[in-house]
């Protein structure tokens, strides 16, 4: 499928199904293409950002930071539908002992 007919069924979605979505998707193991892609682009932008004809470019080190974080804030939303948090305390099920 082309990039601007995902893109258009995108635009469509809502948060709920988005979120419905990647569940579904992360339980595919060809998913790890896109992680692996997440993390190849964090190190290319990293990788950059430490040569030495940027030390002197503060605008392209923010730039290079902020794509960064951009990769890393979408790398923890996988991670949450992944490996959500364990419920403890008042948040476990009723009737349920969680070990502290």
């Not at 007919?5 to 990647?22: F, P, Q, W, Y």
């Amino acid at each position: 499928m082309k990039f601007a007919k995902l893109e258009s069924i995108a635009r469509g979605m809502t948060a709920e199904e988005v979120t419905d979505s990647l569940r579904s998707l992360v339980n595919d193991n060809r998913f790890a293409a896109v992680i692996r892609s997440i993390q190849d682009q964090k190190d290319l932008v990293a990788d950059s950002a430490c040569q030495l004809r940027m030390a002197g470019s503060h605008g392209a080190l923010a730039h290079a930071a902020g794509v960064r974080y951009g990769l890393m804030e979408l790398e923890g939303k996988i991670r949450q539908l992944t490996d959500p948090p364990k419920k403890t305390g008042a948040q476990a099920a009723p009737g349920r002992v969680t070990p502290h």
